[in-house]
C-alpha cells in the first residue's frame, strides 16, 4: 500500500516534514488552536521515526497518566491505520506500548504525575531518539519539563528530538508561551491554524461552530480557533517583543541609558543598558548584569569601563550604596524618588509603542516584563496598584528613563492646567 505523506498531513506541516528528514532539529513547539492538526502531524512523525530509524524509540507524555489512552494512544493508533501500516504494530494497553513488531522498537507512554515510573523506563533495543509531551502547557512549567527530559534524554551521542504540542494560554506571561518565544540552537516554533486544513477532514459542525464563535465572541474564537494570546486583561505590559538584538543594531544605537536596582540576599540586583527612541517610543534592552548575593565590589570588576563611565541611574532612597559607588569610580547619579514615582514610571513603559527586549542579553528582563500582572481580590477582580514583586528589571528601567518620565509628568499638569483665552462674546451676539 502506497501512501502520500502530503495526502496524510495538513499543508501547513509540510515544510515542518521536510525539515525533520534533515534530523537536525532538536525542539519542535507545535502552537494551534482546535482542529489545526498539530497532533495528527506529530503521531505520524513518531510512527514514521520508528519505521525509518531501527535504534529509535519513542515516550510520549502527558501531564496525567489516566490521560494517555483517549489522547496520545488513541492517537498513534489512528497514525497507524492512516499509514496503513497497522499490521507492523501491536497496541498493548496494561502497561501502555505501541510495539514496531519486526525490530522490538517501542513507543512508550508515561504520566507526569508518576515521575517513579519515568525513572524505570527500559528498551529492548536502541535508544530514546524522540519524546512527545501532548498538551505540554497542562504542565507545572519548564523547571518540570526539565527534569523529565534530563532523566531520559541521556546515555546516547545521536541526535534527540522533543515534540511539544499545545495551545497557547490566553496570557503571554503563561510559562509555555513565555518560553517558546526565548531564542535557541536547533529550535522550531510552529504557528497552524484549521484554517489551512482540508474542509472536508473537519467538517461541516467544526466550521459551523468556529463561525458562529467569530462572530458573537472574535476574542474568544481567536484563542479557541487561531490559537493566539488574547491575555487576560491583567498584563500590565501588552507592548513587549522578546527578539534577538544584533551586535551591529546595538552600533547604530546613539540614545543608551543605564540604571541599576540595588538587591542583595532575596532580591536580585540588576544592572541594565539600553537605547531609548523618543521619537518612536521604543526602548531596547540588550545588556543585563544581574543576580542574588552580588557584592558591589564584584559589580564593578564585571563591568567594563566605559558601563562605568557613563551614567548609571539608581534608586536616590539608598545615599548611602550612591557614595560608596562613586567612591569607586561607578558614575552614578539618584533618581527621583517623588511620590508615585513607581506608578508613573510604570505607565510611563506602559505607554511606550513598543519594548524590545533580547531575552538571551536580557534573560531577567525577559521573564519580568513578559509576567507582569495585576493581582486579584478574593473575589477575582483586579487591584489596581501595581505589584512590588518581580520587578527588579522594571525598576532599573524606570531609574534608567527617570528624567524622561519626569519631564513627561510636568508636561502633563502643564497640559492639564494650562489657561487658555477666552474670547468675550459681544451682549448682543
Not at 65 to 81: G, K
Not at 207 to 212: F, G, K, R, S, W
Amino acid at each position: 500500500m502506497n501512501v502520500k505523506i502530503s495526502e496524510c498531513i495538513a499543508p501547513s506541516f509540510y515544510d515542518l516534514h521536510k525539515e525533520l528528514k534533515k534530523d537536525e532539529l532538536t525542539e519542535i513547539w507545535l502552537r494551534g488552536g482546535r482542529g489545526s492538526c498539530k497532533s495528527s502531524f506529530t503521531s505520524i512523525e513518531c510512527i514514521l521515526e520508528l519505521i525509518k530509524d531501527p535504534e529509535a524509540n519513542g515516550i510520549a507524555f502527558r501531564r496525567f497518566e489516566n490521560e494517555i489512552r483517549d489522547s496520545v494512544f488513541a492517537q498513534l493508533q489512528w497514525a497507524t491505520h492512516i499509514l496503513g501500516v497497522d499490521h507492523l504494530f501491536k497496541f498493548q494497553i496494561s502497561p501502555f506500548k505501541v510495539i514496531y513488531e519486526p525490530t522490538g522498537q517501542m513507543i512508550i507512554f508515561k504520566g507526569a504525575d508518576n515521575p517513579k515510573k519515568i525513572k524505570s523506563i527500559k528498551l529492548a533495543t536502541g535508544y530514546v531518539k524522540f519524546v512527545w509531551m501532548e498538551e505540554v502547557d497542562q504542565f507545572t512549567g519548564m523547571a518540570e519539563v526539565r527534569n523529565i527530559l534530563q532523566s531520559i534524554l541521556r546515555g546516547t551521542t545521536k541526535r534527540q528530538m522533543v515534540i511539544f504540542s499545545y495551545n497557547p494560554p490566553k496570557s503571554a506571561r503563561s510559562w509555555v508561551n513565555a518560553e517558546s518565544k526565548l531564542p535557541k540552537e536547533n529550535r522550531l516554533v510552529h504557528y497552524s491554524d484549521y484554517r489551512t486544513v482540508p474542509k472536508d477532514w473537519l467538517g461541516d459542525t467544526f466550521l459551523t461552530n468556529a463561525e458562529h464563535l467569530k462572530e458573537v465572541n472574535e476574542d474568544a474564537y481567536k484563542h479557541e480557533y487561531l490559537g493566539e494570546e488574547t491575555g487576560t486583561g491583567l498584563e500590565v505590559f501588552n507592548n513587549v517583543t522578546l527578539r534577538p538584538i544584533t551586535d551591529k543594531e546595538i552600533t547604530y544605537f546613539d540614545h543608551r541609558y543605564q540604571g541599576l536596582d540595588m538587591g542583595y540576599t532575596i532580591d536580585p540586583m540588576c544592572f541594565i543598558q539600553g537605547n531609548f527612541d523618543a521619537k518612536t517610543k521604543t526602548l531596547s534592552l540588550f545588556y543585563e548584569y544581574s543576580g542574588i548575593g552580588i557584592k558591589n565590589s564584584k559589580l564593578l570588576a564585571d563591568l567594563s569601563a566605559d558601563r562605568l563611565a557613563d551614567v548609571t541611574m539608581m534608586d536616590s532612597a539608598n545615599p548611602k550604596e550612591i557614595d560608596e559607588l562613586r567612591d569607586m569610580k561607578m558614575n552614578v547619579v539618584g533618581a527621583d524618588k517623588a511620590p508615585g514615582s513607581v506608578e508613573h514610571g510604570t505607565k510611563y513603559l506602559q505607554d511606550l509603542e513598543e519594548i524590545i527586549i533580547d531575552p538571551i542579553r536580557c534573560p531577567l528582563a525577559a521573564k519580568e516584563f513578559i509576567n507582569y500582572a495585576l493581582n486579584v481580590d478574593r473575589f477575582g477582580e483586579p487591584i489596581g496598584k501595581f505589584p512590588d514583586k518581580d520587578n527588579h528589571s522594571l525598576d532599573a528601567c524606570r531609574y534608567m528613563l527617570s528624567l524622561q518620565i519626569t519631564q513627561a509628568k510636568i508636561e502633563k499638569r502643564k497640559n492639564k492646567f494650562k489657561i487658555h483665552s477666552i474670547p468675550v462674546l459681544n451682549r448682543w451676539g
